[in-house]
C-alpha cells in the first residue's frame, strides 16, 4: 500500500494525530476505542431491545457469557455510553446502572452497592427489607430502565443455597420493578443460572465467543489498523504470517488481539519501525494467555 492510500485508509481522527510527537501519539494508541463487529453487534442489539421493552409482570432477561478479556466489559462500557445519566429539572436520571456483584455473594452487599452508586444514603446496620425499600424508590426516580450485574460468576464463592438466594433476589427484583436484568460473567456463570430452572428460564445465556480464522477476524484486524497514527502501512489483514502470528498468539480472545497490536505499535514508534511488522509483534513484550497462566503457577509453587 502506498503511504498516500495508508494516510486515506485511518480514520480522520487518527490522521489528525499523525503529526503529533511520539508520547503523544502513544497515549492515543493506549485510549480505549471502540470496535464494531458482529457478535458484539448482535450483542447491543439484544441490549437495546431489553431497553425499549414495555414493562410487564415478566421481563425479559439476558446473561452475556464469555472469557476472560474477550470483549465483555466492551460491550457493557458502550452500551451505558449509548444511554449515559442524564439531569431533569429535579433529578439525575440514570438509564442504565451497572454494578459488580460483590465477592461476598451477599445480596445484602450488593443492595448497599446499589444504594452507593445512586448516592443514596443508608446506615450499614440496615435491613434487607430496609435497603431493598430504598431501591424500589429511588430506582422510580432514576427512571432505571435497565440494571447490568457485572462479574456475576463472584456469587459462587457461597454455597449453592446462597447462590440461588441471590439469583431468585434478582428475579424477583426484575418481576417488581419491572425492570430487564442482565448478569455478565465467564463461563462458570451459568452454574448461577442452572440452580433453578426457573431462573435458567428467565436468564437467556447469549455467548461471546472466541474468533475464528476467518474473514471476521480479517476485518477486525483491518478495523484495528485505521485507529493507529503510524505512519507507515502495516496490512496485517492482508499479511498471512503477520494475521496467523496475532490470532495464535492471542489465542482467540479480542481482548488480546487489541492488547497484542497495541504493544506491538507501542514498540514500532519507539524503535522508527513505524508500522506492525513481525519483529515489533515478536519483541512488543506480549506472553500468551496460556503462557501467562503458566507463570502464575510457578510463582505460586
Known amino acids: 500500500m502506498k503511504n498516500n492510500e495508508h494516510l486515506d485508509n485511518l480514520l480522520p481522527i487518527v490522521r489528525e494525530k499523525l503529526n503529533l510527537s511520539n508520547e503523544d501519539r502513544k497515549e492515543f494508541i493506549l485510549e480505549e476505542k471502540w470496535i464494531t463487529y458482529p457478535n458484539a453487534k448482535e450483542i447491543l442489539e439484544k441490549l437495546e431491545f431489553l431497553y425499549s421493552h414495555p414493562k410487564k409482570s415478566r421481563m425479559p432477561c439476558m446473561l452475556i457469557v464469555g472469557a476472560t478479556n ?11 455510553k449509548n444511554h449515559p445519566p442524564y439531569e431533569n429539572e429535579e433529578e439525575t436520571i440514570t438509564p442504565v446502572l451497572c454494578i459488580v456483584a460483590p465477592e461476598t455473594g451477599s445480596i445484602s452487599d450488593f443492595f448497599s452497592k446499589i444504594l452507593q452508586n445512586l448516592c443514596v444514603p443508608y446506615r450499614n446496620g440496615d435491613k434487607i427489607n430496609k435497603k431493598r425499600e430504598l431501591i424500589d424508590h429511588y430506582f422510580k426516580i432514576c427512571d432505571i430502565k435497565i440494571l447490568i450485574v457485572d462479574e456475576i ?9 446462597k447462590q440461588k438466594a441471590f439469583m431468585n433476589s434478582l428475579k424477583n ?13 465467564i ?4 452454574h448461577a443460572t442452572n440452580t433453578d430452572e426457573q431462573i435458567n428460564n428467565r436468564f437467556k445465556p447469549i455467548a461471546l465467543k472466541k474468533w475464528q480464522f476467518d474473514r471476521n ?28 502470528y496475532v490470532f495464535d498468539t492471542s489465542e482467540g480472545y479480542i481482548g488480546e488481539i487489541i492488547e497484542l497490536i497495541t504493544q506491538a505499535s507501542l514498540y514500532s514508534i519507539d524503535n522508527h519501525i513505524e508500522k506492525i511488522d513481525i519483529k ?16 502464575n503457577n510457578i510463582l505460586d509453587l
Open 187 to 190: 463461563p462458570d456463570a451459568l
Open 217 to 244: 477476524y480479517l476485518s477486525l484486524l483491518a478495523s484495528l489498523e485505521k485507529t493507529l497514527p503510524l505512519k507507515n502501512a502495516s496490512n496485517i489483514y492482508s499479511n498471512k504470517e503477520l494475521a496467523e
Open 280 to 295: 515489533s509483534l515478536k519483541n512488543s513484550g506480549f506472553t500468551k494467555p496460556s503462557l501467562r497462566k503458566h507463570i
Open 173 to 185: 427484583l426484575s418481576t417488581e420493578l419491572q425492570i430487564p436484568i442482565v448478569i455478565v460473567g
Open 70 to 80: 474477550n470483549g465483555k466489559t466492551s460491550i457493557i462500557n458502550k452500551f451505558i
Open 153 to 161: 460468576h463472584n456469587i459462587l464463592v457461597g454455597a449453592v443455597s
